[in-house]
């Protein structure tokens, strides 16, 4: 029997593109699986939204598929946050069906995600949990190819697809990245490749990643100290760290809109790029690496970030991002030598 797959998927503020990939994910052809989304604190009309979707009130137009009105409507089965906690037992459902949570406040990237997580695996019980971006599309075998490539590796920490731009569909925007000095080079790895199915990589692409239930037993959920921007990459570290293999599927596709969340959260990007920058670092080199890459940051980096938001806002409001990331990060970093 296939393995049974949880498909996490994270909205906040952004229900057009959240149905669009519902619709696509309601198309694939793997059958065993359950779709968990995380409403994250949406203060449009992103739950009104999707449930209409449901209903088989609001029809998709996607040049990536056909719309299918035969699968509506789609059962929801609707929990608030504070019911989390008494939700024990798996819930008989019929197909399809949409365990749809909604959060008090945003959590942001990780926050969000591992609610859904943590449902997933106290009420479904999955051994696999499929983590999609709300503004991507699936492939229709996109699922199932990656399926095949996890029976057939035993150490496999996460999968990935390959992602693809959404505006521009021919063209690769993540195909396995390497890393060099612990900065992502994501346009090499799958050209050095050639036209190898399989590639091993540094990186999980943060829009997609299917991860075996067992990786969140043994290495945990994902890293609330990098909530935003670097989640992806700090969990593929720690991932790695852990002696499993991050693999890139060429035959398995997703389209991207890239950013979307980004560009919504301007000064809250440049804060968490900051903060998260020296986690980050300073978890995964060594201490000298780490001393002499803050001295660069101080004398380089971090005069032309405060230069260039008051060039491109016509204010000082990015000079107390960056100061209230720093903070944040140094903040991190001793409370941790402190506790260790």
């Known amino acids: 029997m296939d393995p049974n797959v949880s498909i996490i998927i994270l909205n906040w503020n952004g229900w057009k593109d959240t149905i669009e990939c519902l619709e696509s994910v309601f198309q694939?052809?793997?059958?065993?699986?359950?779709?968990v989304v995380v409403d994250?604190?949406?203060n449009d009309d992103s739950v009104k939204k999707i449930k209409d979707y449901c209903e088989g009130k609001i029809k998709i137009k996607s040049?990536?598929?056909?719309y299918d009105k035969n699968n509506k409507p789609i059962q929801i089965l609707e929990h608030g946050e504070d019911e989390l906690k008494e939700l024990k037992k798996f819930e008989p459902t019929k197909f399809p069906t949409i365990h749809l949570i909604k959060t008090q406040t945003n959590h942001f990237f990780a926050g969000g995600n591992n609610i859904g997580i943590s449902y997933a695996l106290t009420v479904l019980n999955p051994e696999l949990v499929f983590l999609l971006n709300n503004d991507i599309v699936v492939d229709k075998s996109a699922l199932s190819k990656l399926i095949t490539i996890y029976k057939k590796c035993p150490n496999i920490g996460i999968l990935s697809p390959f992602t693809y731009l959404y505006d521009d569909p021919n063209v690769i925007q993540n195909g396995g990245q390497e890393v060099r000095d612990l900065i992502p080079q994501s346009k090499k790895l799958w050209i050095k490749q050639g036209k190898k199915t399989i590639i091993k990589s540094d990186t999980a692409a943060g829009p997609s990643m299917?991860?075996?239930?067992?990786i969140f037993a043994e290495v945990g959920l994902l890293p609330k100290e990098c909530n935003f921007l670097l989640t992806d990459i700090y969990y593929s570290f720690s991932v790695r760290r852990r002696g499993y293999?991050?693999?890139?599927i060429r035959n398995s596709k997703i389209w991207h809109k890239s950013s979307i969340s980004i560009k919504k959260?301007?000064?809250?990007?440049?804060?968490?790029?900051t903060k998260e920058s020296i986690i980050f670092k300073y978890n995964f080199m060594s201490m000298a690496k780490f001393i002499e890459w803050m001295a660069i940051?101080?004398?380089l980096f971090y005069p032309y970030l405060c230069l260039k938001t008051i060039f491109l806002n016509k204010n000082l409001k990015g000079i107390l991002a960056v100061y209230k990331g720093f903070n944040e990060g140094i903040t991190y970093i001793h409370?941790?030598?402190?506790?260790n």
């Not at 299917?210 to 067992?214: D, G, T």
């Not at 293999?245 to 890139?248: A, C, E, G, T, Y």
């Open 40 to 42: 994250n604190g949406s």
């Open 63 to 66: 040049k990536f598929f056909k």
């Open 28 to 35: 694939i052809d793997y059958s065993n699986y359950s779709v």
């Open 265 to 273: 959260m301007k000064y809250e990007t440049i804060r968490s790029q």
């Open 335 to 339: 409370n941790t030598s402190k506790n």
């Open 245 to 248: 293999d991050i693999l890139s």
């Open 297 to 299: 940051n101080f004398i």
């Open 210 to 214: 299917l991860v075996p239930s067992k």
